[in-house]
């Protein structure tokens, strides 16, 4: 069982970057599998990426090549890298996160979400 709080949203202009944080509770966070989806009004929650707790990755073709994730398991951190953001990155951002579990796109499969943190890209 895990708490997830995000962070590093914020406002930038087209072209620009952020780096989210997803900091974790738990002595086990090691063995949990981590993923990144967004939303906009409107629409439904949309996986970006995830990282299992064995080390694999998946992403969503929207974002391949420009955002990275990755996890420092000391720090209980993952983090989302978003580089060349574009207006249509714009959304809030969670966190989600399920315990040993493979690195899957859907939503119900994620046991355990943050807040969100708003990004918004400017054009």
């Known amino acids: 069982q895990v708490q997830l709080v995000e962070s590093g949203g914020g406002l930038v202009q087209a072209g620009g970057y952020l780096r989210l944080s997803c900091a974790a509770s738990?002595?086990?966070?090691?063995?949990?599998?981590v993923g990144w989806f967004r939303q906009t009004p409107g629409k439904e929650r949309e996986f970006v990426a995830a990282?299992?707790?064995?080390?694999?990755?998946t992403y969503t073709d929207a974002v391949k090549g420009r955002f990275t994730m990755s996890r420092d398991n000391a720090k209980n951190t993952v983090y989302l890298q978003m580089n060349s953001l574009q207006p249509e990155d714009t959304a809030v951002y969670y966190c989600?996160?399920?315990?040993?579990?493979?690195?899957?796109?859907?939503?119900?499969?994620?046991?355990?979400w943050g807040q969100g943190t708003q990004v918004t890209v400017s054009s």
């Open positions: 989600a996160a399920k315990f040993r579990g493979w690195p899957t796109i859907e939503k119900p499969t994620y046991d355990y």
């Open positions: 738990g002595r086990t966070f090691g063995l949990y599998t």
């Open positions: 990282v299992s707790w064995t080390g694999g990755s």
